[in-house]
């Protein structure tokens, strides 16, 4: 039988690097069934048998926070043999905290003390035995970071699972709530586990409706309950919740008082004070704000170093998507391929489909180890949650969090890292929102898009871009403003009570780790969906019927996605683009925006070498386009579904086939409705477009997104995370 | 009355009572702002929100808004 030991702590308390410390490379990474909120699973190094759950970062049990509720729905449903709680010693009273929730649990508990060093250094003292004999619970001093008694800590882990003791709880409240407690673990005794019947009952006290669902008790004894709560907050003139948080506090100072003596010492400022002084000083935070996002950006999408810029993660991406998937693999694989003969469709798919599809997989990560590399030093050296509190005030009239700013600020480059950057974002509904917005701001494959119409049809003008750039952001503002007063994003953005924890080195170990399991975790999870759609699109753009038999084609008029364009193109006829030719590009974007251009090129049977832009192209195109339908076509190309990768990154951070599909079905329904607007109201104001009924179609949706924008917010106040977590614990 | 949100940087005060309810009332009251505590209040944001605090020995952050709802003597 193997033994599985939980390992719980607050935020930033070291808990990442004990975990490593333990497990070593012997680590499963994946995602809680059906939400954002990231899960590891690892051995205990030496041990086979021994396995550690490292949960979500938490401050409490509260049933408010995805964090809080899947950690305690695994707690109480998967029931680990025991539970090693990482404490950090240099703020005791809030660790503490939810010591008091776990050893209610039934489950045996051993406190591991984190940060010692840190603890000593400052000349405190803890003294375990008065913690641990307080407590109930078993107690232990080590630095995770210094990699000192970590092993110790998880053997007392692993011998307290086996001796699997009931403990002995102390007396964390008083007087009448004590009394109420008593009383509710008595009327559903025989109803719950008995190890859990102090966690039922606390819960029942706070009205925890999770609980209260979970429990099904008949209405008589819940009003019997409720009688008893009520008494007590008559007469502590407190609501419940509050009587049990105050007197679990209130507990931990008396414990505190007993078991930790702090050096008295004089008022001084530490380091970490020091840097917060000129990091967040109202006067120099925005403009070091500023550089250290115009140094990350550099490093990782700006100009290649090749092209005498700073930036390694793009030059490494040039040279992956150029050289090794351009000519490398291709001419080696090409010449083998001849040399053994192979039938011209197998060449065909092997080279044009799948090459082409590792290649766009593989061309990213490069980039994207870069951008986390910086991202994950951010992080950990406490960067991030400054830059939640300098920014905080612009996003959240959005539904957006401070920290969006780096994932839309990383899409100007690239979609994809853009996406998968969100995941520093620590509430759900604010990742998920962050996610559906990212795409929104022109990514660097869109601008020969913006290029082609630019040239064929505005003589160059750079306002096109401007104003692509415009649109993007507008998107992105408009989006967080009718998002978040849908029911899919009901409330208001996460309660910003945020701690802001002391600065320090990074862990490099923690900060490779995290870097390596973002890359691999796109490669796997979004490499198979990029791959598939990337050869099936080769097989329709490539294949089709010619010369009445049915094969590759020679002359793409004739392929299987012009023949589907040509009976979808009136889809868009609405949006001033009804051509088939049209249609064939906007689909090729899907691989990587920048096709949208080589397609047009193909379709308007340019022979030779397209340039970026296209201005080989640019006088056919602009026979086909007015200027006003050639903006609505770049419009709908700029806001429609991203490319595949994008989707796949998309398809991973959401982890969840809903939200996916809800997030590029949006995004696909805003792009038609903006161009249709454009198209149609433009053209009855230039006198391009008669009127016809899409005028009124237009209208209509103009009137509907005005509404939608200034419309009162019916779900302000309602800040529930609603999960399912029956979908968390199902995953045995 | 005096809420947390009234108090100027540099000051400490100590609370008095929480109002309002449900999840961030009872986040505030994890994070440790109970009933007695004492509050630095270290500065404010750039753009003059949220605001940071000393509390129970660590730094938090809290909005504004938020603050109003934590009445201080």
Known sequence: MSIKIALAGNPNCGKTTLFNALTGSNQYVGNWPGVTVEKKEGKLKGEKDVIIQDLPGIYSLSPYTLEEVVARSYLVNEKPDAILNIIDGTNIERNLYLTTQLIELGIPVVMAVNMIDLVRKNGDKIDLKKLSAELGCQAVEISALKNEGSEKAAQMAEAAAKADKAVELPHVFTGSVEHAIAHIEESIQGKVDDRFLRWYAVKLFERDDKVQDELKLDKALLDHIDQHIKDCETEMDDDAESIITN??????????????????????????????????????????????????????????????????????????????????????????????????????????????????????????????????????????????????????????????????????????????????????????????????????????????????????????????????????I??????????????????????????????????????????????????????????????????????????????????????????????????????????????????????????????????????????????????????????????????????????????????????????????????????????????????????????????????????????PNKYTGINEVKIDTKKITANK | MKTLKDVKVGETCTVARLHGEGPVKRRIMDMGITKGVEIYVRKVAPLGDPMELTVRNYELSVRKADAEMIEVV
């Not at chain 1, 969006?404 to 100007?412: A, E, H, M, N, R």
């Not at chain 1, 929102?433 to 630019?454: E, N, Q, R, S, V």
């Not at chain 1, 609505?632 to 998309?650: Q, R, T, V, Y």
């Not at chain 1, 009924?693 to 200034?710: D, E, G, M, R, S």
Request: proline share 3%; with cysteine.
């Open chain 1, 247 to 476: 007197q679990r506090y209130a507990y931990i100072n008396n414990v505190v008082s007993k078991a930790v003596k702090k050096k008295a010492r004089v008022e001084h400022l530490t380091v970490s004070d020091k840097i917060d002084q000129i990091v967040t000083n109202r006067v120099l935070a925005l403009p070091i704000f500023a550089l250290v996002m115009f140094l990350m950006y550099s490093l990782s999408m700006g100009t290649s170093i090749a092209d005498g810029g700073w930036a390694i993660g793009t030059f490494a991406t040039d040279w992956t998507n150029d050289v090794l998937f351009g000519e490398i693999v291709p001419n080696a694989l090409g010449g083998f391929l001849e040399s053994i003969g192979v039938a011209g469709w197998l060449n065909g798919l092997i080279m044009d489909g799948i090459v082409a599809g590792v290649g766009a997989v593989l061309g990213f990560v490069p980039q994207m180890l870069v951008l986390f590399f910086l991202l994950s030093i951010l992080e950990d050296v406490g960067y991030m949650s400054r830059v939640a509190f300098i920014m905080d005030r612009i996003f959240r009239k959005f539904g957006l969090s401070g920290k969006s700013f780096i994932p839309v600020l990383v899409g100007t480059g690239c979609g994809v890292p853009g996406v998968m950057a969100s995941r520093t974002i620590e509430n759900e509904r604010d990742r998920r929102m962050t996610i559906m917005t990212t795409c929104f701001i022109p990514c660097g494959a869109k601008m020969p898009i913006i290029g082609l119409i630019a040239g064929a049809m505005f003589g160059g003008s750079s306002l096109v871009a401007v104003s692509a750039y415009f649109i993007g952001m507008a998107a992105i």
């Open chain 1, 478 to 711: 408009c989006s967080g403003v009718i998002l978040k007063k849908t029911k899919l994003f009901a409330g208001d953005p996460a309660p910003f009570v945020m701690e802001l924890p002391a600065y320090h080195v990074p862990a490099w170990g923690n900060v490779f780790r995290a870097t390596w399991e973002r890359g691999w975790s796109f490669i796997k999870r979004a490499g198979s969906v990029i791959l598939a759609a990337t050869v099936v699109l080769w097989f329709l753009q490539g294949f089709g019927f010619e010369n009445g038999a049915f094969g590759m084609v020679e002359d793409q008029d004739n392929s299987v996605l012009a023949a589907i364009a040509t009976k979808v193109a009136w889809i868009f006829a609405p949006l001033g683009f009804g051509n088939w030719r049209a249609t064939v590009a906007s689909v090729s974007g899907l691989i990587a925006k920048e096709n949208v251009v080589g397609t047009f090129g193909v379709l308007y049977h340019f022979g030779g070498e397209l340039s970026e832009n296209g201005d080989e192209i640019w006088a056919a195109v602009a026979q086909d386009y007015t200027a006003l339908s050639a903006y609505a076509f770049m419009i709908f190309n700029l806001l429609c579904a991203p490319c595949f990768a994008a989707m796949g990154a998309i398809k991973r951070e959401m982890n969840n086939g809903k939200w996916t599909a809800i997030a590029i079905g949006y995004m696909c329904a805003l792009a038609y409705c903006s161009a249709l607007v454009v198209y149609q109201l433009g053209g009855i104001i230039s006198g391009e477009v008669g009127f016809n009924f899409f005028t009124i179609v237009a209208v209509v949706i103009l009137v509907a997104f005005i509404y939608l924008l200034v419309r």
